[in-house]
């Protein structure tokens, strides 16, 4: 459409902002998520922990994360994003301030599980959000943008963190975490809410969101799904393949997160301040790869194929290319080892963000959506769970970390056997 002087109007992209909020909420959570890991050998230090034990601090966090997960998702889709949202980022920043204030290894274990239970929140409402706010052609680079932000998280935060404990402590870094997340929930009350409420949002931009969000089947953003549809979840091949892959690319995600920073010390001998810089190295040029990813696989997509599991090969690549970290154990060079897990880094990300929306893709009722991106997201973090604790072990009992990457690798394969063999039907198919 032209106007009456011939020129083409505007096109606006003020839907802009939902990425930028999503991915700052995402790089909030990561950066308080893997402070402990920068911090860890001074908090070794400070309370004489073993390896063993750390993985079981590292892992607690989880453990009152995935208790919360499938909650969330069932108020998902029953209240909003907003009010979600807000909740979880007041209780973990919170978290993050008491941390500073820990005495004793149970009472950092108390912090962490408080931590993981409002942490539960922020993932599943990003996948709900790109549902609601995005046209269905959109919700790869809308996932894998958001998604980055559990690099760019780790990435800035392993600098800020180690940092901050150089000059000040590891108590003061947490604090001031802890403030960053209370702006990001002062933002988000302030301007964000559905697309149909918000004032920012032109007209012609809202009816195109409105529009396109449902790839042509039934809109049915707004209505109250069934908690018991859970059960119908869990019949479907499909649904168990995407878990399967998710778990997959979390163990390894989660790995990385805690454990690379004690390998770099380990292994390289490095101080606080190069291990924050050299881990932030990888998390950094992940960031922007795994986005371009997910822009190809948005253009790759056929929109005759989109709501049939079209973005499945995609993703199988990219678990693929996240099992690099295998290599790892091959080389003693420092900038190939970098190299190796940056292109895994990559991989994951991309991987278990092209993953959310293939699961969005393949399940055609919007008001059961964010059941099904938290039974994603739960059997990522129960597999994933066990990445730390593992991790502990295998360091202790075999003084090496080769095992505990090999083991990431072979997970990642079989996450790539899961996609292919079992994601070849719909989901959910539409009430309509």
């Known amino acids: 459409m032209t106007t009456q002087t011939g020129v083409m109007p505007a096109t606006h992209f003020r839907r802009g902002w939902i990425y930028v909020l999503t991915l700052a909420l995402v790089t909030i959570n990561y950066m308080d998520r893997s402070a ?14 073993s390896p063993v034990q750390m993985g079981y601090l590292f892992s607690s966090f989880f453990w009152s994360y995935v208790i919360f997960l499938l909650p969330i998702g069932i108020m998902l889709d029953r209240f909003s994003t907003r009010t979600i949202n807000s909740i979880g980022i007041a209780v973990w920043s919170l978290a993050m ?22 942490e539960a929140t922020s993932i599943p409402s990003c996948g709900r959000i790109v549902r609601e706010w995005m046209p269905a052609q959109e919700r790869g680079v809308a996932n894998a943008f958001w998604s980055a932000g559990s690099f760019l998280g780790p990435a800035i935060g392993a600098i800020v963190v180690a940092a901050l404990t150089s000059n000040w402590g590891w108590r003061a870094a947490f604090i001031i975490l802890a403030v960053l997340g209370l702006v990001w929930l002062v933002c988000n009350l302030v301007w964000f809410d559905k697309p149909e409420k918000v004032r920012w949002l032109g007209d012609d931009e809202r009816r195109k969101i409105l529009n396109e969000r449902s790839a042509g089947s039934p809109d049915e953003i707004g209505l109250r799904g069934n908690p018991g549809v859970v059960l119908e979840l869990l ?3 499909s649904m168990w393949g995407a878990m399967i892959a998710q778990a997959a690319g979390i163990y390894a995600l989660y790995l990385l997160l805690f454990w690379l920073p004690s390998y770099l010390q380990d292994t390289k001998h490095l ?8 881990t932030a190295i990888p998390w950094a040029i ?22 049939a599991g079209g ?14 970290l295998a290599l790892v154990p091959f080389t003693n060079d420092t900038t190939a080892i970098l190299l190796l897990f940056a292109l895994s880094l990559s991989g994951i990300n991309a991987a278990i963000s092209l993953n959310l929306s293939l699961v969005t893709d393949l399940v055609h009722r919007a008001r059961d959506v964010g059941k099904a991106i938290s039974l994603t997201i739960l059997s990522g973090n129960l597999c994933g769970l066990l990445a730390p604790i593992v991790t502990g072990y295998i360091i202790a009992g075999l003084g090496s970390y080769d095992w505990a990457l090999w083991v990431a690798g072979i997970l990642l394969l079989v996450g790539v056997i899961a996609l292919g063999t079992m994601t070849r039907k719909v989901i959910l198919r539409s009430a309509a």
């Open 36 to 49: 402990l890991g920068v911090v860890a050998q001074a908090i070794r230090a400070e309370f004489g922990l």
């Open 97 to 118: 301030a008491a941390t500073a204030g820990v005495w004793s290894f149970a009472s950092l274990l108390g912090a962490r599980l408080a931590m993981g239970a409002g």
């Open 235 to 237: 019949q479907s091949p």
């Open 271 to 278: 101080t606080i301040m190069k291990t924050g810089i050299y």
């Open 286 to 307: 992940a960031v922007p790869v795994s986005i371009l990813l997910g822009i190809v696989s948005d253009r790759l997509l056929k929109s005759n194929t989109l709501l």
């Open 311 to 324: 973005r499945r090969g995609m993703v199988m690549f990219c678990l693929l290319l996240a099992a690099a």
